[in-house]
Each structure stands twice: as structure tokens, then as C-alpha cells.
């Protein structure tokens, strides 16, 4: 019985409590800018912060939101964003995003490229976007 | 007696029948008539970096035109999609003489190869579709006319010195008759591509 819940301990530490899916990028030139958009699962009992994105085939990685102002579009950087316990964030078009700014190479359809997003209590969480059209 | 009375009744009916045609004909099936610019001039360059007068160019087309710049990942992407998924119900449903044309707001950066990579990697079908750009006055003095505003943000640079700047911008698709007429306007990347087909389909009948 010891055993039995000891194994469950050990199988509830080691899930990960923060997931992250559905990672995909738009297709753009080297030079050009991009944008990756996901989900976050949070399954924790506690909030988690995304603070910052990373990616080495960009000159500059930003987590964006699009905003709606007096009936224009615009972008602008955010500095963290929260995800609530028991909950999923979507980063999708019109929304928040991670931008991806001066390409260092083109990303193609159907290729693959990786990213690395940092939590506040999750750490470092490496991801695939694979690079789609618009579905 | 009976022709009098006969006319009689017509004359009593006349609005009654007048206004059921009105319904028949579908009342909202007109598009008003708004702001023309078939009356105007602009020298404009293509992805082919070939010389478009416009809207001289497109005279006698249905012209689909929004509005874009192509460093923005977001929401001109989300337009740009929605031109293409229209283009495909304009040619499902055989609609012949309709133009697509995407300007750039953006001339300083998009270049005629700029938009030619940004249409090719998104497998643009050009035989009914262009990316104009040209001289900034006369694609300021354009989109002005078309009711279309785009703010230029600040300024800051990457690293190896590389300028970054975004634009605050109206959201747009416009549909104009085959006289440089506007007669719709629409939001570009939330676009309800099947109003905008069924309006196409007005304007050509």
C-alpha cells in the first residue's frame, strides 16, 4: 500500500503541470517577421506567468497582443501574462502571439521550428512550431 | 362605368403592387454608392515591379482590394488569407471579371520583390491577384481617399542595428464596382468572406 501510493506521488511530480500544444508559426522570409501561436494548459493548482520567448532563428523574440483602438489594429510588446490555475491560454491570430522579428532564415511550409518560452514556476519549456498556413 | 372603376381600383392598388416589386426585388439586395475614385489617377508598381495605373488598370472589373503591410505577422496575414479563401469561392462559383488587389502601406519596405516573396510563400494564385506598392505620397494621398488610416509607430532597432517598426492601421477590405466605385467596406482580418461573395455576385449581375 506504502509502495502503491508512493508511485502515485512520484507519478503526480513528475507531470508536468504546465503544457504547452498546438505550437505553429506563419510562413515568412529570411528578413521578415513571424508569428508562433499555442496553447498553455495550466493543470496546477497555482497561476504561472509566461515572462519571456526565445528562438534563435530571429534576430528579436517578443510575446504581442494585438490590440483594437478608435477602430484601428495594432501590435505592441507585453511584458508577462498570467495563466490562471486550471486553465488554457491561447495565443492565436488576432490575439496574443510571439513574434518573431528579422527571419534569420525563411520559414517554409510544412518545416519545423524551435522556441524556447520561460515560466515563472515552470522554467524553461522548449517547444516545435511547425509552419503552417492559416487552417 | 366599369373602365373607370377598373382604373379606379388600380390607382387605390398602385402603392400596394409598387411596394410588393419593391420587396420582390429584395430591397436590400442594392449597394449604395459611395466615394468614387474611377475618376482618379495613381501611378502604382506591381510584384513584377510592372507600372499599374489605378484604377484605370481594373476599369470594368469587380475590384476586391485590401489593405497591408507585410512585416506585420497578425492581422494582415488574417486579410490576406481571406482574399485568397475568397478568390477560390469567386472561381468555385465561375464569377468572371473580379480583381484582387492587396496595397501596401508600407512602400518604404515593401518593395515589388518583397511582396512578390511574401505572395509566393503563401502560394498566392496571381491570375486574378496583385500587390501594388509605389511612391509613399501617392499611396498616402490613395488610402486617404479610400478611408484607410495607418499610423507609423516608433522606431527601435535589433541588435545588429536593424529598424523595427509596426503600424497602427485600419482593418479593411473594400469591394469597388466595375467603375471605381466604392460600394462596401468590411473588416480584413475578420471578414466574412460569404457576404462579401454574395455582394460580388450582386455587383455582377
New interface residues.
Given amino acids: 500500500m506504502v509502495l502503491f501510493l508512493s508511485l502515485l506521488t512520484l507519478l503526480n511530480f513528475n507531470t508536468p503541470k504546465l503544457k504547452v500544444e498546438n505550437v505553429w508559426l506563419r510562413p515568412a522570409d529570411k528578413g521578415m517577421n513571424s508569428a508562433m501561436y499555442f496553447e498553455i494548459v495550466n493543470n496546477s493548482d497555482n497561476p504561472d506567468t509566461l515572462y519571456k520567448a526565445a528562438s534563435s532563428t530571429a534576430e528579436l523574440v517578443q510575446i504581442h497582443e494585438t490590440f483594437k483602438k478608435n477602430g484601428l489594429m495594432g501590435m505592441r510588446e507585453v511584458k508577462f501574462i498570467v495563466i490562471k490555475p486550471h486553465s488554457t491560454l491561447t495565443f492565436k491570430p488576432g490575439g496574443y502571439h510571439v513574434m518573431f522579428i528579422k527571419l534569420k532564415k525563411d520559414f517554409k511550409l510544412k518545416s519545423e521550428e524551435e522556441a524556447v518560452l520561460y515560466f515563472k514556476h515552470e522554467g524553461m519549456i522548449k517547444v516545435k512550431a511547425v509552419v503552417k498556413k492559416q487552417s | 362605368m366599369l373602365s373607370l372603376i377598373k382604373s379606379r381600383s388600380v390607382l387605390f392598388y398602385l402603392p400596394v403592387i409598387l411596394f410588393s416589386v419593391f420587396l420582390i426585388n429584395g430591397c436590400g439586395d442594392k449597394l449604395p454608392e459611395n466615394k468614387s475614385i474611377g475618376d482618379q489617377s495613381y501611378s502604382l508598381i506591381n510584384q513584377d515591379s510592372s507600372k499599374v495605373i489605378f484604377p484605370d488598370a481594373f476599369k470594368g472589373k469587380i475590384l476586391v482590394m485590401s489593405f497591408i503591410y ?6 494582415c ?2 486579410t490576406t ?1 481571406n482574399m485568397q479563401m475568397l478568390q477560390e469561392d469567386v472561381k468555385k462559383d465561375n464569377i468572371k471579371n473580379v480583381q484582387f488587389v492587396e496595397l501596401s502601406f508600407d512602400p518604404t519596405r515593401d518593395t515589388p520583390s ?1 511582396l512578390k ?2 505572395g509566393n ?3 498566392i494564385d496571381y491570375s486574378n491577384f496583385e500587390f501594388l506598392t509605389g511612391k509613399k505620397s501617392v499611396i498616402d494621398t490613395l488610402i486617404h481617399h479610400m478611408n484607410v ?1 495607418a ?1 507609423q ?1 516608433d522606431t527601435t532597432f ?3 542595428g ?1 529598424p ?1 517598426y ?6 479593411r477590405i473594400t469591394l469597388l464596382d466595375q467603375n471605381g466605385k466604392i460600394r462596401n467596406e468590411y473588416r480584413g ?2 471578414a466574412n468572406t460569404a457576404e462579401i461573395l454574395k455582394d460580388i455576385k450582386i455587383l455582377g449581375d
Avoid: A, M
Fill in positions: 507585410t512585416n506585420c505577422p497578425d492581422i496575414p488574417l488569407h518583397i516573396e511574401y510563400i503563401r502560394n488610416i499610423i509607430g535589433t541588435k545588429s536593424q523595427i509596426f503600424f497602427t492601421h485600419t482593418d482580418s475578420t
